[in-house]
């Protein structure tokens, strides 16, 4: 399987230590080098100490080569976001992990299947990962300065079984 990602479910799952979950759920995740660039100046604070973002094993960095489709795209997204789209379609992606409403459009446009952070927080439940969404997302909102609509939230957590919608 093929799974392409942006910066967002990377960043945020490694802000609260589960970036593994992803690993564990793909095998292998394919990131732009403008991905790479930024998650390369995500540091974290633990126990006074800053720990900064090192590549993995199974992180793998793609370049991206169309680059014209990447320029059109940023008149509406960021860099990462863009050339994250054009990745996954480049390289016939099963999936791409993406966040920003804008740019899941844009990659649904060109055919490309995708999913957010807290689709991965569902199937990593429904996996025997996690043992709690809500648990989860209150660390991703409260570690990392995730932000979620407080509507989504309780929808999540309905598709988790874990509150009445």
Request: glycine content about 4%; proline content about 1%.
């Given at each position: 399987?093929v799974?392409v990602s942006?910066?967002?479910?990377?960043?945020?799952l490694?802000?609260?230590?589960?970036?593994?979950l992803?690993?564990?759920?793909?095998?292998?995740?394919?990131?732009p080098?403008?991905?790479y660039?930024e998650?390369k100046?995500l540091?974290?604070?633990?126990?006074g100490?800053?720990i900064?973002?090192?590549?993995?094993n199974?992180?793998?960095?793609g370049?991206?080569r169309?680059k014209?489709?990447v320029?059109v795209?940023?008149?509406?997204?960021?860099?990462?976001?863009?050339?994250?789209i054009?990745?996954?379609?480049e390289?016939n992606?099963?999936?791409?992990?993406?966040?920003?409403?804008?740019?899941?459009?844009?990659?649904k446009?060109?055919?490309?299947?995708?999913?957010s952070?807290?689709g991965?927080?569902l199937?990593?439940?429904?996996?025997?990962?996690?043992?709690?969404?809500e648990?989860?997302?209150n660390?991703?909102?409260n570690?990392?300065?995730f932000?979620?609509?407080?509507?989504?939230?309780?929808?999540i957590?309905?598709l988790?079984?874990?509150?009445?919608?």
């Amino acid at each position: 399987m093929v799974v392409v990602s942006d910066t967002t479910a990377i960043s945020n799952l490694y802000l609260i230590d589960k970036l593994w979950l992803l690993e564990k759920l793909y095998k292998e995740v394919i990131i732009p080098s403008s991905v790479y660039q930024e998650l390369k100046n995500l540091k974290k604070n633990v126990d006074g100490c800053d720990i900064q973002f090192e590549i993995t094993n199974w992180i793998k960095i793609g370049e991206v080569r169309q680059k014209d489709l990447v320029t059109v795209l940023l008149l509406s997204l960021d860099r990462g976001e863009a050339e994250a789209i054009v990745l996954a379609k480049e390289m016939n992606a099963d999936l791409l992990i993406i966040d920003e409403l804008k740019g899941r459009k844009y990659a649904k446009q060109l055919n490309i299947e995708v999913i957010s952070l807290a689709g991965i927080l569902l199937m990593a439940k429904k996996k025997k990962l996690i043992s709690s969404v809500e648990q989860t997302l209150n660390e991703l909102k409260n570690k990392a300065g995730f932000w979620i609509s407080n509507k989504l939230f309780d929808t999540i957590l309905g598709l988790a079984n874990e509150k009445q919608i």
